[in-house]
T-cell receptor, first 112, second 110 residues
Framework: DTAVSQTPKYLVTQMGNDKSIKCEQN?????MYWYKQDSKKFLKIMFS???????INETVPNRFSPKSPDKAHLNLHINSLELGDSAVYFC???????????FGNGTRLTVT | GNSVTQMEGPVTLSEEAFLTINCTYT??????LFWYVQYPGEGLQLLLK?????DKGSNKGFEATYRKETTSFHLEKGSVQVSDSAVYFC?????????FGTGTSLTVIP
């Protein structure tokens, strides 16, 4: 069974559209994250939720809105997509304490 | 503040060569340290970890030792293979706040 799964794997859309990426983890972890990876492989934290509560909200345009219906799910909705939003978005989860992050396989978003 | 610095790539090695990728960290408190590997087109996978000073993490022939005195966690492998070609990320964790290095791309040629 996949531990952290995100859908879709690929997302191609036009500027100005609204899209969502879904993420689910079956590890029983309390904390979930969204990361953005640019073309140079640099990883940037976007959001972090702990038990459905937002705990990290980095400087991200408010066009990006995370939603956590329960602690196993953290979805990312993006409004009015821009060319610069093209990247690979990774969902991840972790347990409290010293535990490592577990990543999904990523969603490659291409905005044309 | 907390941060992780790792050597810039890209790194190109011949098969069976020795690999070192340097990683240093700054942290308040005592972080856990990790190396992640990202193969082309895939997500990041945990390669190894160490949670306290002098711990050695190891996996698939890779090793890294948590050195508190030099705030380092260098990744080493004695003999790389073509299948080790990937991007390697050093990371720290303090209180569920993760900090990643910029990644080091490794290409191993036959």
């Amino acid at each position: 069974d996949t531990a952290v799964s995100q859908t879709p794997k690929y997302l191609v859309t036009q500027m100005g559209n609204d899209k969502s990426i879904k993420c689910e983890q079956n590890l029983g972890h309390d904390t979930m994250y969204w990361y953005k990876q640019d073309s140079k492989k640099f990883l940037k934290i976007m959001f972090s939720y702990n038990n459905k509560e937002l705990i990290i909200n980095e400087t991200v345009p408010n066009r990006f809105s995370p939603k956590s219906p329960d602690k196993a799910h953290l979805n990312l909705h993006i409004n009015s997509l821009e060319l610069g939003d093209s990247a690979v978005y990774f969902c991840a989860s972790s347990r409290q304490g010293d535990s490592p992050l577990h990543f999904g396989n990523g969603t490659r978003l291409t905005v044309t | 503040g907390n941060s992780v610095t790792q050597m810039e790539g890209p790194v190109t090695l011949s098969e069976e060569a020795f690999l070192t990728i340097n990683c240093t960290y700054t942290a308040t408190g005592y972080p856990s340290l990790f190396w992640y590997v990202q193969y082309p087109g895939e997500g990041l996978q945990l390669l190894l970890k160490a949670t306290k000073a002098d711990d050695k993490g190891s996996n698939k022939g890779f090793e890294a030792t948590y050195r508190k005195e030099t705030t380092s966690f260098h990744l080493e492998k004695g003999s790389v293979q073509v299948s080790d070609s990937a991007v390697y990320f050093c990371a720290s964790n303090t209180g569920n706040q993760f900090y990643f290095g910029t990644g080091t791309s490794l290409t191993v040629i036959p």
